[in-house]
């Protein structure tokens, strides 16, 4: 939440310096939140449908128990926020610019929320900054006593580097929707290299060593390269 809160105020904040009422990004804020547990919550179903959900469907509704996938909630709020914004006949680019280093940042503080829930973790390592989680996380569970990649820091880091590198690109001249274009494409490589460290079961690796979500930060920094040249 904190991740939305700030995300949000920065977006807001952006929008009030363009001479926009912040008042709509607070609105589409609550419709991004909205859209990103309902689109977590179907792809974690959809991941997890033979182990858990086959035996009690029902259980799917039951979101206080955890299982929310990124991406899934990613997916959903794109076209969420696109509807909204040109509902309220704004330029979705220029908006998109204000939302992206909130974006950034936002996934820098929730990650943090990751570590602290020892979720989303990495593999064993030998490095000195491997972390023993507490046996009543995830983590702990999986690996009890046994350092392992704290990949939720690892993203959160890569995630604040993307930020302040927009920040940069921010107070130079481009097209309206460069900053959300290089967010979308920095972002997905952050994503793509951390996933490499992380723990994943057996199941979720589609095509060799790469993950299904690696493979969706791929297609994500693609289209944003596509979309980058068409607008040049």
């Not at 809160?5 to 990004?25: D, H």
């Not at 704004?90 to 943090?112: M, Q, S």
């Not at 999986?142 to 350092?147: A, S």
């Not at 994500?220 to 596509?226: E, G, H, P, R, S």
Request: aromatic letters at 16%; hydrophobic letters at 50%; a positive charge.
């Amino acid at each position: 939440m904190l991740g939305f809160i700030a995300g949000a105020y920065w977006a807001a904040r952006e929008a009030r310096r363009s001479g926009q009422n912040p008042s709509f990004i607070y609105d589409l804020t609550f419709y991004i939140i909205l859209a990103s547990i309902i689109g977590s919550r179907i792809f974690f179903v959809i991941e997890k449908w033979g182990e858990i959900f086959s035996r009690n469907p029902l259980k799917a509704l039951a979101v206080w128990e955890g299982g929310l996938i990124f991406f899934g909630g990613v997916i959903l709020a794109i076209p969420t926020a696109i509807y909204f914004i040109r509902k309220k006949g704004l330029n979705t680019w220029k908006v998109g610019d204000w939302i992206a280093p909130g974006f950034a940042l936002g996934i820098a503080i929730g990650r943090i929320g990751c570590f602290f829930n020892g979720c989303c973790f990495g593999k064993p390592t030998n490095l000195p900054w491997g972390v023993i989680f507490s046996p009543e996380s995830a983590a702990g569970a999986q690996f009890p006593g046994i350092p392992i990649h704290p990949t939720q820091l690892y993203e959160s880091i890569g995630e604040l580097i993307v930020f302040f590198v927009l920040l940069y690109l921010r107070g130079k001249k481009h097209r309206e929707g460069f900053l959300l274009i290089t967010f979308a494409v920095l972002g997905s490589l952050v994503r793509f290299i951390d996933d490499f460290f992380r723990y994943y079961e057996p199941g979720a690796y589609v095509l060799g060593p790469l993950t299904f979500n690696q493979l969706i930060s791929v297609a994500i920094a693609l289209t944003a390269v596509f979309l980058m040249a068409r607008r040049r």
